[in-house]
Structures are given as structure tokens and as C-alpha cells.
């Protein structure tokens, strides 16, 4: 028998039989992702449902100020909370979203006809009220314009006189885009799925082999030390792909449960989205086999090796916030980076654009090399005689 | 037979192998005997090819481990001074997976299994996870192990480090079964009285340089003392790190 699938046999039946790689493997790898998933993006949709769609309730001061004012806010969806004693403190102390005070001067400066002042109370720092403060703003917008046009008509004039250009929007965005710029954190979920789903056995069969100071009367065995590696490294990858087909399952039925339509926002989620996922991330499970193997030589010891990958974990982040903090239109070389490529791709897979062959080739093609490369260098140090020295 | 030419391995400024030679002949049993830290385990560590020597070369049967490495490993048999094992394997999954890397047959690893486990009388817990097994169960499936392709030279670092008596005296007549057996067995030690009793010869090693080579009567007549303990303190200049 090949000696590559010995090793990879042996280390598959052994962390077979090892309750935590299977939990981290089977479990919280690929679940935690479309957990997370699913409850950010329902309290997220619940949230903004809500608040487009319930009263709009906050506390208003001197409302027998301006009877007719409070009566058309109430028309457009207002609620008139009891008058808080300071506004001020009110606001900073997250007790309102906002806080309407008619001064009593209101109703003179309105009879003679001046700019009568209200005023509202908000904190733009705080992102969680600014629906509302939009809201209230537009109520008080609006009743000011037709109230405006009212005074025009009764002077024999044309409201139009007042509003000489007139925006017409026109949103270009589709369900599908709509859900994908909200979405774009998935493809985050599958990188970590399969980072998580192999880490523990990179560390196990490396650093923590040589701990266990198993790895010397191993490497004394009559096999190339890159043999070894190679069976290792397939056993981390059986683990990781098997998070992954998890993890894309899982996102498959996540799918029923977000309430996107609510939105008018359509996920692409199904089989045929799990599947070419799976294409796309296939060269990625292998590069991060070879680099979580490869830190685990670096390290002393278990404990260092779990470090530095908890580190190394961060790194898939980056093209995700990248993108999402500053959002660039998607060129053909992005799919030439690893990480890159599966976060453009997953993202566009999502929204509904299509990925070309030529495009998932350029993926796999690139791919495939840097973690040929990146296995290369472990091998190197796989070949060194420092590695399984134990003490 | 083992042939150790001229060794040297430097770690930095220190020298911790310092022109290393000696033979070690088939039917016999050579000890490796020296303080901690002389030099014994690089030694043995360059002998299966797991640490490269900076000059000198190792022969095994008459191949030049530096040119084959592969092919020396295959004649030996070795017990680390690491000698770690599978806790989630049982014993005999352990010694399964090694006949495997050796490319030892089938049938064949199955045979030489059942054996060793018969003589190093392992039966009661061949079968058992090697989690929680006792310092020498694991040294006994540890050696298992090491010889399951049957090699015809046997490296042994410290073999009865953390052995209780009774496994000791055991892992001692074990020895001298496969020198009679007709192979060639090189072990390393810090307990002279061991050294003592086994070996048809002893090599002092001290500082990473070889200080005595010879039988043990000869070692006592060349130092002029009866008693082997005064030898070494006499060879290696002083008693610091040995064990009586």
C-alpha cells in the first residue's frame, strides 16, 4: 500500500475516534456559520420592518402648541408619547430615538405668516434611530409643503411655483442584488467553515504529534518525509470538505427561514448555488491545509500552534470587509487571488449574476498553484530535521 | 553491522558530536555508554538518518546513509528516546500502522505481530486504546513496533528509562534473545551496571568524543581497576551524571 494513504487511513480512523475534532469538524464549523446567519438577518429584517411599518412613537413637547401640526403627524402614522421633562437629557440617555418640541411662540409666528420653528432632538451618532428621525423629519416635510401649496393656491398662485425641479428616482437594484449587498458577509461563513473544519487535526498531526513525541519514531519509518505530509494533508482536507458540504447544506435550508421576500429580496440559495460553492472553494481547502500545517511546524507546541491560527483566521476577513467597506466594481483578475476570487464569486453566484467557466477556471487554475506552492514550502519543512525533534 | 565513521553535529557553538566512530557487529550487543548530555542520542539520532551529519558518514550492512537513507532505515529497527504512541489506536493498531509504512506483507505483519506480543507479553492489553497505558506498556509496544519488519539491526535509546524492576529485567534478557537471534543490537545507557552485564562491548562516549571502546574485562584491565564503576569515573575524568 502507498505509504501517503496509509498515513491519511490511519489519520482518518484515529480522529475518527476523537470526540472534539468531530464536534469542531462536524458541528460548530459548518453550523455556526448559517446559525449566525440566520439570526442576524432575521432581527435585521424584523427590525427594519418594524420600523417602516409601526407607529411612529415619540415623545413631543408643547403639543398644544400647534393642535393642527400634531393632528396631520398623527394622520401619517405618528404616535404622541407623553412631553418629557429634558429633551436633551432624554436623547443622550437612549430613553427616546428622538424628541419634537414646539416652542410657544409656534402659533404667532404661524398666524402671522413667518417660518414657524419646531424642534427635534436627535443623535445622528446613534445609526439605530436614524430611521426614525428620517421618518419624523419627513412627516414634518411634508405637512410643511402641502401646507406651503395651500397658502400659494389661496393667493391665486400654483403650488408647481414652488418646486421648479422634480426628482423622479428610478432604482435599478433587483430582489436578488438587494439581498446580495445585504448577504455579501456569507461567503465569509464558507471560508471559516472550512478553516475551523480542519484546524484542529493541522494542529493534531503536526505540532501536536510532535508534542506527544510520536512524529520521531515516525519519521524513522522508511518514507519520504513529503509521503507523510501528503497523507496528512489529505486527511485535514477529507475533514474540511466534509465542513464545507455541511455548511452548504445547512445555508441551503437557512434559505427557507430568512423571511427575505418581506424585503422584496430573493436569496439565491439552493442546491445548484451549494454546488458551485463547493467548485469554487475547492482550491481553498487545499491551500488552507498546507498553511495551517505549515504554521503548526512553525510552532513549539500545541498551545502556540492554536494561537497562530487563531490569528491566521482573521486574514479571510479581510477581502470581506474590504469589499464591503469599500465596494468596487468586480474585475477578471480578482479571480485570479484566493480569497478574492471566492468572495467576488460566492457574492456574485448570490445576487443572481452568473460566474463564466473561464472565470471558475481562472479560480481553480490560480488557486490550485499558490496552494501547490504554499505545500511545497511545508514539504520543505517537513524535509528538516528540526521538525520531529521532539526535545 | 552498524559503522560509524569520524561523526561530528554542531548545534550552534556547541559541539555536541565531536568525531564519533565506532562498529557495532552483528551477534552482539553494543552499549552506548556516557553521561547525560555526551552525545548519546545525536548519535544514535544520525545513525537512523533523522539528523544529518556535518561531516563523517554511518554505514548499515556496508549502505551509506547519507546515500539511502530510505534503505538504512528499512534495516533498522529503532526505539526512539521519543517514544510516543496512538492514544486513540489500541496496541495493536499501533504496531499495525508502522508494518504498514515498513511495506511489511499482510500476512506476514500479521505473524511477526502476534509474536512480538507473545514474547513481550502484551496479550492483556494488546487490544486496549494505548490511552492511559503504563510507562511500560508503552515502551513494550513501542519496541513491538520498532521491530515488526523484522530488522536485522536493533537501535535501543535507553531502553529501560522508567521501567520497574521486573520490566527491566525482562527488557534485559529480551535483548539478549535477539542477539541470539543473530542481530545486531546498539543501545544507549547512563547506567553502568546495565552496560555491565549486557554488552559484549562498550563504547564510553563523553563531551561527544569516544573515550573507550572495549570489552568490559578489557575496560577493567586497561584502567587498572576491578571494580567498572571506579573505570568510567577513571575514563570519563569524572562520576558527574552516571548512574550506579
Known amino acids: 500500500m502507498n505509504a501517503s494513504l496509509v498515513v491519511f487511513l490511519k489519520e482518518v480512523r484515529e480522529n475518527l475516534r476523537d470526540k472534539r475534532t468531530l464536534i469542531n469538524a462536524l458541528v460548530t464549523g459548518p453550523l455556526i456559520g448559517p446559525l449566525m446567519f440566520v439570526m442576524i438577518v432575521n432581527v435585521m429584517i424584523s427590525r427594519q420592518l418594524n420600523q417602516a411599518e409601526a407607529p411612529l412613537e415619540l415623545p413631543i413637547i408643547g403639543a398644544s402648541n400647534a393642535p393642527n401640526l400634531v393632528a396631520a403627524l398623527r394622520q401619517q402614522g405618528f404616535d404622541p408619547q407623553p412631553p418629557v421633562a429634558d429633551p436633551i437629557a432624554a436623547v443622550r440617555n437612549r430613553d427616546a430615538a428622538a424628541v419634537l418640541q414646539i416652542p410657544a411662540g409656534f402659533g404667532a409666528s404661524w398666524d402671522k405668516g413667518d417660518p414657524a420653528q419646531v424642534e427635534v432632538y436627535y443623535d445622528s451618532s446613534r445609526r439605530d434611530t436614524q430611521p426614525s428621525v428620517s421618518r419624523l423629519k419627513d412627516m414634518l416635510e411634508r405637512y410643511s409643503r402641502l401646507t406651503g401649496g395651500m397658502r400659494l393656491v389661496a393667493r391665486g398662485l400654483s403650488p408647481a411655483l414652488a418646486g421648479p425641479v422634480i426628482v423622479d428616482e428610478r432604482d435599478q437594484s433587483t430582489p436578488r442584488s438587494r439581498a446580495g449587498a445585504l448577504f455579501s458577509i456569507l461567503p465569509y461563513f464558507f471560508v471559516l467553515t472550512v478553516f475551523i473544519g480542519g484546524m484542529y487535526l493541522a494542529i493534531d498531526l503536526t505540532a501536536g504529534e510532535r508534542e506527544r513525541q510520536s512524529l520521531e519514531p515516525l519519521f524513522v519509518n522508511p518514507v519520504a518525509p513529503w509521503r507523510i505530509l501528503l497523507g496528512k494533508i489529505g486527511a485535514i482536507c477529507v475533514f474540511s470538505v466534509s465542513s464545507l458540504l455541511i455548511c452548504a447544506t445547512a445555508f441551503t435550508v437557512a434559505g427557507r427561514f430568512i423571511p427575505t421576500e418581506k424585503l422584496g429580496m430573493d436569496l439565491g440559495l439552493g442546491p445548484v448555488f451549494a454546488l458551485k460553492v463547493l467548485v469554487l472553494m475547492l482550491p481553498l481547502v487545499l491551500l488552507i491545509a498546507a498553511l495551517q500545517t505549515l504554521v503548526a511546524a512553525f510552532s513549539k507546541s500545541y498551545r502556540e500552534a492554536q494561537t497562530y491560527l487563531g490569528l491566521l483566521m482573521l486574514v479571510p476577513v479581510l477581502p470581506t470587509v474590504l469589499l464591503s467597506v469599500m465596494p468596487v466594481k468586480t474585475v477578471a483578475w480578482m479571480y485570479a487571488v484566493p480569497l478574492l476570487a471566492q468572495q467576488v464569486g460566492i457574492t456574485e453566484l448570490l445576487v443572481g449574476g452568473s460566474v463564466t467557466a473561464a472565470q471558475v477556471a481562472l479560480c481553480l487554475l490560480c488557486g490550485f498553484a499558490v496552494a501547490a506552492l504554499t505545500l511545497a514550502v511545508t514539504a520543505r519543512v517537513y524535509g528538516s530535521e528540526r521538525l520531529a525533534i521532539s526535545a | ?244
Open chain 2, 1 to 244: 553491522m552498524i559503522q560509524i565513521e569520524n561523526l561530528h553535529k554542531t548545534f550552534g557553538a556547541v559541539r555536541a558530536v565531536d568525531g564519533v566512530s565506532f562498529v557495532a557487529r552483528d551477534g552482539e550487543i553494543t552499549g552506548l555508554l556516557g553521561p547525560n548530555g555526551a552525545g548519546k542520542t545525536t548519535t544514535l539520532r544520525m545513525l537512523y538518518t533523522l539528523m544529518r551529519p556535518d561531516a563523517g558518514r554511518v554505514l548499515v550492512d556496508g549502505i551509506d546513509s547519507g546515500v539511502d537513507p530510505i534503505a538504512v532505515r528499512k534495516r533498522l529497527g529503532v526505539l526512539p528516546d521519543a517514544r510516543g504512541l496512538y492514544k486513540r489506536l489500541t496496541a495493536r493498531e499501533n504496531i499495525d500502522y508502522f508494518a504498514h509504512l515498513q511495506g511489511v506483507p499482510a500476512a506476514e505483519g500479521a505473524r511477526r505481530r502476534e509474536a512480538l506480543i507473545e514474547v513481550l507479553e502484551m496479550g492483556d492489553f494488546a487490544d486496549r486504546h494505548a490511552e492511559g497505558f503504563s510507562q511500560g506498556q508503552r515502551v513494550k509496544t513501542a519496541i513491538a513496533r520498532a521491530l515488526i519488519h523484522d530488522p536485522k539491526n536493533v537501535l535501543l535509546d535507553e531502553p529501560t528509562n522508567g521501567l520497574d524492576v521486573m520490566a527491566t529485567r525482562r527488557m534485559r534478557q529480551f535483548m539478549r534473545d535477539l542477539r541470539a537471534e543473530g542481530r545486531c543490537v546498539l543501545f544507549s545507557s547512563h547506567i553502568m551496571q546495565e552496560v555491565a552485564q549486557l554488552c559484549d562491548r562498550i563504547v564510553v562516549i563523553a563531551k561527544g568524543r569516544v573515550v573507550a571502546d572495549e570489552s568490559p574485562e578489557a575496560l577493567r584491565e586497561h584502567t587498572g581497576e576491578s571494580n567498572l564503576e571506579e573505570a568510567f569515573v577513571k575514563i570519563i575524568g569524572s562520576g558527574e551524571g552516571l548512574a550506579a
